[in-house]
């Protein structure tokens, strides 16, 4: 997490507390120790706590975020580089009879420093982790829980005991106790027995029900992308880990992807035969020919192309800037067929502007390449968000010294900006703090991803 514009998250909490009225289950660890807040709630209470946690500042996790949640509904909180999930899982998925509701709420222990918020009783602990072990495994965090339960309180196998039939789970307590007392994991046939008996309890309507939303969350989604582009310099490496940063933190499927223009296995084999090619021709080695190329100029393209003798042939510059730009769009799309039905949200540093840009710049400012931004077009993936960091060329050249000059950078930041009125990019003044950049960029791309 960035140490810049941090969410106090204990505060958020309480004055959720606050607003709250009746009890509220908390079934995970209380920020910041844990990473979300998660609430088990009932009818009323998942009808209710939209409209506080939306004048909290939260807003709704859209369903087709990945990876997708099968029953729960998440509310999120950003502030700067970190964010608050609040989890609302609703107790009505477990189909549990009105009185097992109601006890579950009457009997559990109030967390101190807080009103309304309070833990399972140590009973209900175990009658929820006996669930969980019919579905599948628990992990060594749950069965520290488990522990902590029972220690808490001796009597809590006995009483889970009494209530496992109302709660589905009188075939997976004895498994269940057994693991806990001797490290002994169910048989098939006790993990089948009791995945039977939490199947029946749910009644007909219950396990299609289930069985729907599990469905829906193996639908493949194809993925969702973001661009950055701008200057080197102008903080979009900065802004790409803070995103990841904050979306981690709210346990989204995001990765980043970095490609400069012309970086690409084909574009440099292609560029090497004909350098070689033309240092023999010339009597030169390569190395000889690499000496002669100025920052900002092309060895066979534009206005002034070294391999040329300084002499721009536009055929040749209209073909190589093509080729540049089919294998850098066909690039980007290729990242994105790699993650297909992902659902995952691809952010690439650097992407379509940034390639048009640096093809006037390379190969011809004063040309307008209206082929190759067509391509471009056509074949990058289309971005939820695009995003232009501008900043001046003497900020950018403070932040970071690099191959270009001010002049350079200066024209370069001229045709970022050109470019992103043609395509469509969002301009966003990239001077401004980071933590407040970082937090509107974080709170749009989640309302888009929820369209």
Same mark, same amino acid.
């Not at 509220?24 to 209710?48: H, M, N």
């Not at 965090?141 to 220690?151: G, N």
């Not at 940034?354 to 307008?368: H, M």
């Given at each position: 997490?960035?140490?810049?514009?941090?969410?106090?998250?204990g505060?958020?909490?309480?004055?959720?507390?606050?607003?709250?009225s009746?009890?509220?289950? !908390?079934?995970? $660890? &209380? /920020? #910041?120790?844990? +990473?979300?807040?998660?609430?088990?709630?009932?009818?009323?209470? %998942?009808? *209710?706590?939209?409209?506080?946690?939306a004048?909290?500042?939260?807003?709704?996790?859209?369903?087709?975020?990945?990876?997708?949640?099968?029953?729960?509904?998440?509310?999120?909180?950003?502030?700067?580089?970190?964010?608050?999930?609040?989890?609302?899982?609703?107790?009505?998925?477990?189909?549990?009879?009105?009185?097992?509701?109601e006890?579950?709420?009457?009997?559990?222990?109030?967390?101190?420093?807080?009103?309304?918020?309070?833990?399972?009783a140590?009973?209900?602990?175990?009658?929820?982790?006996?669930?969980?072990?019919?579905?599948?495994?628990?992990?060594?965090?749950?069965?520290?829980?488990?522990?902590?339960?029972?220690?808490?309180?001796?009597?809590?196998?006995?009483?889970?005991?009494?209530?496992?039939?109302?709660?589905? !789970?009188?075939? $997976? &307590? /004895? #498994?269940?106790? +057994?693991?806990?007392?001797?490290?002994?994991?169910?048989?098939? %046939?006790? *993990?089948?027995?009791?995945?039977?008996?939490?199947?029946?309890?749910?009644?007909?309507?219950?396990?299609?029900?289930?069985?729907?939303?599990?469905?829906?969350?193996?639908?493949?989604?194809?993925?969702?992308?973001?661009?950055?582009?701008?200057?080197?310099?102008?903080?979009?490496?900065?802004?790409?880990?803070?995103?990841?940063?904050?979306?981690?933190?709210?346990?989204?499927?995001?990765?980043?992807h970095?490609?400069?223009?012309?970086h690409?296995?084909?574009?440099?084999?292609?560029?090497?035969?004909?350098?070689?090619?033309?240092?023999?021709?010339?009597?030169?080695?390569?190395?000889?020919?690499?000496?002669?190329?100025q920052?900002?100029?092309?060895?066979?393209?534009?206005?002034?192309?070294?391999?040329?003798?300084?002499?721009?042939?536009?055929?040749?510059?209209?073909?190589?800037?093509?080729?540049?730009?089919?294998?850098?769009?066909?690039?980007y799309?290729?990242?994105?067929?790699?993650?297909?039905?992902?659902g995952?949200?691809?952010?690439?540093?650097?992407?379509?502007?940034?390639?048009?840009?640096?093809?006037?710049?390379?190969?011809?400012?004063?040309?307008?390449?209206?082929?190759?931004?067509?391509?471009?077009?056509?074949?990058?993936?289309?971005?939820?968000?695009?995003?232009?960091?501008?900043?001046?060329?003497?900020?950018?050249?403070?932040?970071?010294?690099?191959?270009?000059?001010?002049?350079?950078?200066?024209e370069?930041?001229s045709?970022?900006r050109?470019?992103?009125?043609?395509?469509?990019?969002?301009?966003l003044?990239?001077?401004?703090?980071?933590?407040?950049?970082?937090?509107?960029?974080?709170?749009?791309?989640?309302?888009?991803?929820?369209?």
């Open positions: 997490m960035l140490s810049e514009g941090l969410l106090d998250a505060s958020v909490v309480s004055a959720i507390d606050e607003a709250l009746g009890t509220v289950i !908390v079934t995970g $660890a &209380l /920020p #910041p120790q844990g +990473r979300d807040l998660d609430l088990l709630v009932s009818d009323e209470q %998942a009808r *209710r706590l939209p409209e506080i946690l004048a909290q500042g939260f807003l709704a996790r859209g369903r087709k975020v990945a990876p997708r949640r099968l029953a729960s509904q998440q509310w999120v909180r950003i502030e700067g580089s970190s964010a608050l999930a609040v989890d609302l899982n609703p107790m009505q998925r477990w189909q549990l009879p009105r009185p097992e509701q006890a579950l709420v009457a009997e559990a222990v109030p967390i101190e420093g807080f009103r309304h918020l309070a833990r399972p140590a009973h209900h602990v175990i009658l929820i982790l006996a669930r969980r072990l019919a579905a599948g495994t628990l992990s060594a965090r749950r069965l520290e829980k488990l522990r902590a339960a029972v220690e808490q309180d001796p009597q809590a196998w006995q009483r889970a005991g009494q209530r496992a039939r109302g709660w589905g !789970v009188a075939a $997976a &307590l /004895p #498994p269940l106790r +057994r693991l806990y007392e001797g490290g002994a994991w169910p048989t098939r %046939a006790e *993990r089948a027995k009791a995945v039977l008996e939490v199947t029946r309890s749910a009644g007909f309507a219950g396990t299609v029900s289930k069985a729907t939303r599990r469905l829906s969350a193996a639908t493949p989604v194809r993925p969702q992308v973001v661009g950055f582009s701008g200057l080197d310099g102008s903080g979009k490496s900065s802004q790409v880990r803070a995103l990841l940063s904050t979306l981690e933190q709210l346990d989204v499927a995001v990765i980043a970095w490609k400069p223009l012309g690409n296995a084909s574009v440099r084999t292609i560029r090497r035969v004909v350098k070689r090619t033309y240092a023999a021709m010339r009597g030169w080695d390569a190395d000889q020919l690499d000496r002669s190329k920052p900002g100029r092309s060895l066979v393209a534009g206005t002034n192309p070294a391999m040329l003798g300084g002499r721009q042939n536009r055929l040749v510059t209209h073909v190589w800037a093509t080729l540049v730009c089919l294998v850098s769009a066909s690039h799309r290729m990242v994105a067929l790699r993650h297909g039905g992902s995952r949200l691809i952010v690439f540093d650097r992407f379509a502007l940034d390639t048009t840009a640096q093809l006037r710049f390379f190969y011809g400012p004063e040309l307008e390449f209206g082929l190759q931004r067509a391509l471009i077009r056509i074949v990058c993936p289309t971005p939820i968000a695009a995003w232009l960091l501008e900043v001046p060329g003497e900020v950018a050249l403070a932040r970071k010294q690099e191959q270009y000059n001010l002049d350079q950078l200066k370069q930041e045709l970022l050109e470019e992103a009125q043609r395509l469509g990019v969002t301009r003044d990239g001077t401004r703090p980071m933590a407040e950049l970082s937090e509107y960029i974080a709170t749009e791309v989640l309302e888009r991803m929820k369209r």
